[in-house]
């Protein structure tokens, strides 16, 4: 099964973020530049979760196609799918939109989106860069390293710091589910499941921090502190 290959009429991206006002604008600009780099209309969502650091101030800093809505879930999946859940009551021309998500504490390259819709794919699923290591060993670098390069264009990562897909097909596999942690895997094997196309381009990177406590149970940061325990051991 695959969906329309046609270049999208516009683009959708969704930052879910909690308690993250020190990172967002850097996220936000970096945004700000890959949608000068397309043609189509960017519309970039931010889902405030449960915040309470004053993150709300920002709204209206970023201009008109930048929208915050707040939630009070507690939990990233859900989190993901409110902000698609909201681009959708506004453009809700599936079979024209791309949707795309990243991390408030990333940065997406200024060819982001320009990679991300070019390969005419289904799913089209990135890979993060530290640019800047500051939490962790030399040691738990080396390790994080050797593990994490792939050897061709190709990778088996999954992040949602950096993933993206058609409206129609993430719609027909029912979106991200409301889980606190994994939700990206899950939604990929969804859309693998369904016999969808997924691209995975080991060039198509984003910039994340190597922060040591993380928002999501067992995601990156996690990873990290589990590399730190095994390098100690």
Same mark, same amino acid.
């Given at each position: 099964m695959r969906f329309s290959a046609t270049a999208p009429s516009q683009i959708v991206?969704?930052?879910?973020?909690?308690?993250?006002?020190?990172?967002?604008?850097?996220?936000?600009?970096?945004?700000?530049?890959?949608?000068?780099?397309?043609?189509?209309?960017?519309?970039?969502?931010?889902?405030?979760?449960?915040?309470?650091?004053?993150?709300?101030?920002?709204?209206?800093?970023?201009?008109?196609d930048v929208h915050f809505v707040s939630v009070e879930a507690g939990n990233v999946g859900a989190a993901r799918a409110a902000g698609f859940a909201y681009a959708r009551g506004i453009h809700d021309d599936d079979a024209a939109t791309w949707y795309a998500t990243t991390d408030a504490d990333s940065q997406v390259d200024a060819d982001w989106l320009v990679r991300m819709t070019a390969p005419g794919a289904d799913m089209v699923l990135g890979v993060?860069? $530290?640019?800047?290591?500051? =939490?962790? #060993?030399? !040691?738990?670098?080396?390790?994080?390293?050797?593990?994490?390069?792939?050897?061709?264009?190709?990778?088996?990562?999954?992040?949602?710091?950096?993933?993206?897909?058609?409206?129609?097909?993430?719609?027909?596999?029912?979106?991200?589910?409301?889980?606190?942690?994994?939700?990206?895997?899950?939604?990929?094997?969804?859309?693998?499941?369904?016999?969808?196309? $997924?691209?995975?381009?080991? =060039?198509? #990177?984003? !910039?994340?921090s190597d922060r040591a406590e993380g928002r999501a149970p067992n995601g990156f940061a996690g990873h990290l502190r589990g590399l730190s325990r095994k390098a100690a051991s």
């Open positions: 991206v969704v930052v879910p973020a909690h308690n993250e006002a020190a990172h967002l604008p850097a996220c936000l600009r970096a945004l700000a530049t890959a949608a000068l780099a397309v043609s189509a209309p960017v519309l970039t969502v931010v889902v405030l979760d449960s915040c309470d650091d004053g993150s709300e101030q920002l709204a209206g800093e970023f201009g008109p993060v860069r $530290v640019p800047s290591w500051r =939490n962790f #060993s030399a !040691a738990v670098v080396r390790r994080y390293l050797s593990a994490y390069r792939s050897g061709g264009p190709g990778h088996h990562h999954v992040h949602g710091a950096n993933m993206g897909f058609r409206a129609d097909a993430y719609w027909h596999v029912g979106g991200f589910r409301p889980l606190e942690t994994g939700e990206d895997v899950d939604l990929v094997d969804r859309v693998k499941a369904a016999g969808l196309l $997924v691209h995975r381009d080991s =060039n198509l #990177s984003v !910039a994340t």
